[in-house]
């Protein structure tokens, strides 16, 4: 049981690349999410799927895309990468929303120059 | 103004002290309240979780949250140098945005 995994775990890009982070987790949960964690401002959240088939807006959208690929996989893309997006991502999922603990992932590391 | 806001420390303790932990929000609407756990370049785990106002116990650990003042605290009890980590909190209102705090560097010392 290997919880929630993420690839890669860091990154190197120049400005103006694209990249899709993964994620993936074996625990069957309905909802998934990613998060950026920059210093001084604790986890942000960009984007979340309550549900497979369904994905929503959080705190920081812009400059990502998501997909929900099945109830397992939840990506993240950089159509255009910028300085500004380097930052530690983290995915996580949940059975539900409420009082439901959200398990995360390891973490990318992703450094955009 | 942040929603969450968290002083980042660092916080240095001997071990066997007893920490203590706050976090202050603004939302009125947030019903449920976290403490992560973090370890350097580690993904968070949950340590606690209430919901509303009160306390909550779990071996060395409290959680108590006032929400007439808006505070959100957590106690360790005889430190650990395994408790060196940083600490985040986190509220939301039942649904899917958690908004977290910017977390406390907390480091015990043997």
């Known amino acids: 049981n290997a919880g929630v995994t993420q690839t890669p775990k860091f990154q190197v890009l120049k400005t103006g690349q694209s990249m899709t982070l993964q994620c993936a987790q074996d625990?069957?949960?309905?909802?998934m999410y990613w998060y950026r964690q920059d210093p001084g401002m604790g986890l942000r959240l960009i984007y979340y799927?309550?549900?497979?088939?369904?994905?929503d807006k959080g705190e920081v959208p812009n400059g990502y895309n998501v997909s929900r690929l099945n109830k397992r996989e939840f990506s993240l893309r950089l159509e255009s990468a910028a300085p500004s997006q380097t930052s530690v991502y983290f995915c996580?999922?949940?059975?539900?929303?409420?009082?439901?603990?959200?398990?995360f992932g390891p973490g990318t590391r992703l450094t955009v120059t | 103004q942040k929603e969450v806001e968290q002083d980042p420390g660092p916080l240095s303790v001997p071990e066997g002290a007893i920490v203590s932990l706050n976090c202050t929000y603004s939302n009125s609407a947030f019903q449920y309240f976290m403490w992560y756990r973090q370890y350097s370049r580690k993904g968070p785990e949950l340590l606690m979780y209430t919901y509303s106002s009160g306390n909550k116990e779990d071996g060395r650990f409290t959680a108590q949250v006032d929400k007439s003042s808006k505070y959100i605290s957590l106690f360790i009890r005889d430190s650990q140098p395994s408790d060196s980590a940083t600490y985040l909190c986190a509220s939301h209102t039942g649904g899917f945005k958690t908004i977290f705090g910017a977390g406390t560097r907390l480091f015990v010392k043997a």
């Open positions: 799927s309550a549900s497979e088939g369904t994905t």
């Open positions: 996580a999922s949940s059975e539900a929303a409420g009082l439901y603990e959200q398990y």
């Open positions: 625990m069957n949960h309905n909802s």
